[in-house]
């Protein structure tokens, strides 16, 4: 039996539209303008979820009966990855928080953060052990994330990077074509030699190691938000997005990418 339920966007996250002068576009009636503020918003629904694991997928994705085994097979093996990873996670954590730990194993968690979550930092040769321990609890203490990528067979939107964040370290993110500076030809052409597209397909550990809800509105990037050129009644309008659920919304949680098949994706 399945518990079917449904979570709506909340209108509290509803952001206010400028015109092309940037001042408040007002309607016909001379009222502020509000727009649904993109789906970053359901970050706001997802932090109120208590569960496990939470799969995502775009509604626009669903695929045919004929390949459901297919699909279901890959939906498993995320989560697997995602309970593997997870689990090593914690047994670090609790190792760190024990204080009974050796300069040899903070190595090897360094190696795990560094090899398997693929977050880089060269100033961490320079950190005494003290230093490190405080690196690599602030770096595992995170949500995380396993995220389905199929090949780029010239489909359109975004995909897997590794990114440099403000703190300097390097880290895989979901970047789409609104977050390129595609006035770059360099930049544009890095994202247009991506091997790979995101298509929305994620499993996501929401729990940390002491069995708590992570409160997820604090992992966002709010400066990854970005402003869209839309219409209403005939005027151009400035719309505000916020950062994209994928995107900005989960710019810090530990993430893994993990190719899928093409027969995953509608």
């Not at 204080?99 to 903070?106: A, F, T």
């Not at 389905?148 to 895989?172: C, Q």
């Not at 990037?221 to 402003?227: A, P, Q, R, S, V």
């Not at 919304?249 to 098949?261: C, K, L, Q, R």
Request: with cysteine; aromatic share 10%; proline share 5%.
């Amino acid at each position: 039996k399945y518990n079917i339920s449904f979570s709506e966007q909340k209108p509290s996250t509803d952001t206010i539209a400028a015109d092309a002068d940037n001042n408040p576009f007002r309607d016909e009636k001379g009222q502020l303008l509000f727009r649904p503020g993109g789906h970053g918003a359901l970050i706001e629904n997802l932090n109120e979820l208590d569960a496990d694991i939470v799969f995502i997928k775009n509604i626009d994705n669903v695929v045919p009966d004929k390949f459901k085994p297919t699909e279901t097979h890959y939906k498993k093996l995320l989560a697997g990855v995602l309970i593997t990873t997870q689990r090593k996670i914690f047994e670090y954590l609790k190792l760190i928080d024990s204080g009974k730990y050796s300069h040899d194993e903070l190595i090897g968690i360094l190696h795990f953060l560094q090899d398997t979550l693929n977050i880089k930092n060269p100033e961490t040769k320079l950190l005494e052990d003290a230093e490190l321990v405080l690196y690599l609890k602030r770096k595992l203490d995170r949500p995380c994330r396993v995220c389905g990528m199929v090949k780029n067979v010239g489909e359109p939107g975004g995909g897997p990077f590794l990114a440099v964040n403000e703190d300097g370290t390097i880290s895989p993110q979901i970047l789409e074509s609104s977050q390129i500076d595609m006035s770059d030809p360099e930049k544009k052409q890095m994202f247009q030699q991506g091997t790979h597209f995101n298509t929305v397909d994620l499993v996501c550990g929401i729990h940390d190691y002491r069995g708590q809800r992570f409160n997820l509105k604090d992992f966002v990037d709010y400066n990854t938000g970005f402003i869209s050129i839309k219409s209403k009644s005939e005027k151009e309008l400035k719309a505000l997005e916020l950062p994209g659920l994928w995107n900005g919304a989960m710019s810090d949680w530990n993430t893994i990418f993990v190719e899928v098949p093409i027969d995953t994706f509608n």
